[in-house]
């Protein structure tokens, strides 16, 4: 059965960090790609980092030199380190697998249940 798990959401001041994980089960193969993706009250959930079956990375701009997707394959973890956190990156986090190596949530088949993130001024 496949399965995707986050966890590390939680409440932070405007600056600080967090580091979200996703731990994966019941996958076959090595051509997924792994993202991570939000979605804010009254907002359309969007893409926010991709890592590539081959190691390839993205981010949206908004996230950009502030994030940092990475995985731990012996542990079937990855991970969103997020540093430098706003008020605007309030939203709940969801990891997702697909095969699509695009930012777009309609490419992606398994979806975790999301983990929330606040980020207070």
């Known amino acids: 059965q496949v399965q995707l798990a986050e966890s590390g959401g939680d409440s932070v001041q405007a600056g600080g960090s967090l580091r979200l994980s996703c731990r994966i089960s019941?996958?076959?193969?090595?051509?997924?790609?792994w993202g991570w993706f939000r979605q804010a009250p009254g907002k359309e959930r969007e893409g926010v980092a991709l890592l590539g079956s081959e190691g390839s990375v993205t981010y949206v701009d908004s996230v950009k030199g502030r994030f940092t997707i990475s995985q731990d394959n012996p542990k079937n973890i990855f991970y969103l380190q997020m540093n430098n956190l706003k008020p605007e990156d309030t939203a709940m986090y969801y990891c997702?697998?697909?095969?699509?190596?695009?930012?777009?949530?309609?490419?992606?088949?398994?979806w975790g249940q999301g983990t929330q993130v606040t980020v207070s001024s």
């Open positions: 997702a697998a697909g095969v699509v190596f695009w930012l777009r949530p309609k490419y992606y088949n398994y």
């Open positions: 019941g996958f076959r193969g090595s051509t997924y790609c």
